[in-house]
Structure formats: C-alpha cells, structure tokens
C-alpha cells in the first residue's frame, strides 16, 4: 500500500515537471530563436479559398506568417493541430500586438491583415479551414505542414 501511494506521488511529480517544461520550454524556443533569421509566409484567404492551400514550415525556423484577407467577406484561418504545434511569440496588426500562450482561431476581416510571430516545434500536418458556415465545403481547406 506504501508503496503504491509512493509510485502515485511519484507519477503525479513527474507529469507537473513534465507539464512546467513543456511551458518553459516555448518561452525559450521563442526567446532563443534567432529572429533577424526569420522567414516571411503570407496566405491570402478569399472566395472560397486559401492561396496557397498548402503551408510549408521547417521546426525550429523563426516565421512571420501574414494572414491576409483579399476578399469581401471575413474569413477565419483555423487550424487546432497547428496552432499547438508552434511556439508563438506574438500576433501583430496595424493596431498593435498581442502576446498569448496559444491560438484558437485567427479572424481577419475584409482587406485586412493579421502577422503571427512563432516557431514550429511538432513536426506533422494539419488541417486548415475556414470556420464559418459552409466555406469549407466551398473551398476554404487546406493543410499546414511543418517538417
Ligand atoms: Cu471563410
């Protein structure tokens, strides 16, 4: 019984050190990249498409990724599986910046821009879509590929 209520203990100290550097370790990719190496993506979305729909990212390569919208409605760049896989630094408009640990979803409005500052660090690919009802089905999906 000692024991076991040793290993549980045990266990339970391993996966909060485990979880404490997963989060530590993002804030020094993205502390320690080199950023005057860093490389510029844009992804334009509009009726009913990503231009490029399929996005190429090298691990551990600092990016800015410029979401832009070209089209006369607002457009959403999704993609869960990406969104996790990146050490993100910051999301940048012409209106300011916000730091966050992590995205959800990116919205940008017609004729707007949104840039995401980060590093890959999971190296696989994901889905990409737009959100809102019926764009995906008319064209807006794609892929996120980080090698
Ligand atoms: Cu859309």
Redesign the pocket.
């Known amino acids: 019984m000692q024991k076991k209520v040793f290993t549980l203990i045990s266990m339970v100290l391993l996966v909060a050190a485990v979880s404490k550097a997963g989060s530590l370790n993002r804030d020094e990719i993205v502390r320690d990249a080199d950023w005057s190496k860093m490389k510029a993506v844009t992804v334009s ?1 509009g009726e ?1 498409k990503f231009e490029p729909s399929r996005l190429h990212f090298t691990a551990g390569v600092p990016y800015k990724l410029t979401i832009r919208n070209t ?1 006369e ?4 760049f999704v993609s869960e599986g990406f969104f996790k896989a990146i050490a993100l630094r910051k999301v940048e408009t012409r209106d300011g910046e916000i730091k966050a640990p992590y995205l959800t979803a990116v919205e940008v409005f017609p004729g707007r821009s949104i840039d995401l500052y980060f590093v890959p660090v999971s190296q696989d690919t994901y889905e990409l879509t ?1 959100t ?1 009802k019926g ?1 995906a089905e008319m064209g ?1 999906a794609g892929h996120v590929v980080v090698e």
């Open positions: 979305m009913f089209g409605v607002k457009h959403y737009c809102i764009h807006m």
